[in-house]
């Protein structure tokens, strides 16, 4: 099932567990301006809150994956004085990393082009960032005198290092994919005559997982980045019951005893 209005900035295609969460701005590189942007979260949460969705792909329509704010719309606010400058990251930026970061499933980058600024810093959220050969990276936001936003300060330290991502946000530049995989932001780099069928395999077989089990992962790796080990423990031990009174640990644990492949139902 594919959203009708295939004109809207964001598009959003289901198929066999799998919610495609398309960027469709080709001529502008899909980039941010504001309606893009509360597209983008009303079909986040719109999947997060969807069962069915068992796992979620972010990508872009065309030669870019999202080149982050749309810099021509920006001009114009800036020109009105406009207030959404200074509340876009409230609004729009923050709520679409912590959906990327926390639904109860796993969410693939399928970076199919470049990504820069916020754009690069939505697929550092995500759990897999599976990287067209010809995709590459760029932390643009000092080029144009700006922090940095949408959680890149939080994420990219954790890929690559602390000293890296200084780097990388201080003198920006375009990481090409092979880098991205030496450093760790890339999960995988994959030929660009390949890369759908891959991103979609890998799609398919975390839909046809323990999604229960993956949400409850996702928690556990973001909670214990900024807590105690004692907190994470006992965040852990609750994680562990509630999956443990899931159908799909029954249907694993049987499995296992039969000698035989579970099927998840993500129940």
Same mark, same amino acid.
């Given at each position: 099932m594919t959203d009708a209005a295939t004109d809207q900035p964001v598009v959003v295609e289901y198929a066999e567990g799998v919610a495609t969460v398309r960027l469709n701005r080709p001529d502008a590189m899909n980039s941010l301006d504001i309606a893009t942007k509360e597209a983008l979260l009303a079909a986040l949460q719109r999947v997060a809150a969807d069962p069915e969705a068992r796992c979620v792909v972010l990508t872009g329509t065309g030669r870019a994956f999202c080149v982050g704010q749309d810099l021509k719309e920006h001009v114009g606010l800036l020109a009105e004085g406009s207030e959404s400058l200074f509340t876009t990251v409230a609004e729009h930026y923050n709520p679409i990393v912590e959906l990327l970061s926390t639904m109860d499933k796993p969410v693939i980058a399928a970076v199919n082009g470049v990504a820069a600024g916020a754009g690069a810093a939505f697929t550092f959220a995500c759990d897999l960032r599976l990287v067209s050969d010809a995709a590459g990276f760029n932390l643009a936001f000092a080029g144009i005198a700006l922090s940095s936003d949408s959680?890149?300060?939080?994420?990219? *330290? $954790? !890929?690559?290092?602390?000293?890296? +991502?200084?780097? !990388?946000? !201080? @003198? *920006? $530049? &375009?990481?090409?994919?092979?880098?991205a995989l030496q450093l760790g932001i890339a999960t995988r780099v994959i030929p660009a005559g390949e890369f759908a069928a891959e991103v979609a395999q890998t799609a398919r077989t975390l839909a046809a997982g323990p999604t $229960? +089990?993956?949400? +409850?992962?996702? $928690?556990?790796? %973001?909670?214990?980045? #900024?807590? &105690? !080990?004692?907190?994470?423990? =006992?965040? %852990?031990?609750?994680? @562990?019951?509630? #999956?443990? =009174?899931?159908?799909?640990?029954?249907?694993?644990?049987?499995?296992?005893? =039969?000698?035989?492949? *579970?099927?998840? &139902?993500?129940?």
């Open positions: 959680g890149s300060s939080f994420w990219l *330290p $954790r !890929l690559v290092g602390v000293a890296k +991502a200084k780097e !990388l946000l !201080l @003198m *920006p $530049r &375009t990481v090409k994919a092979d880098e $229960r +089990a993956y949400g +409850a992962i996702r $928690r556990a790796v %973001e909670y214990s980045a #900024t807590h &105690t !080990l004692a907190e994470s423990l =006992a965040h %852990e031990g609750q994680l @562990m019951n509630d #999956t443990g =009174a899931t159908a799909d640990h029954k249907a694993a644990v049987d499995a296992f005893l =039969a000698k035989e492949q *579970p099927v998840f &139902t993500g129940r």
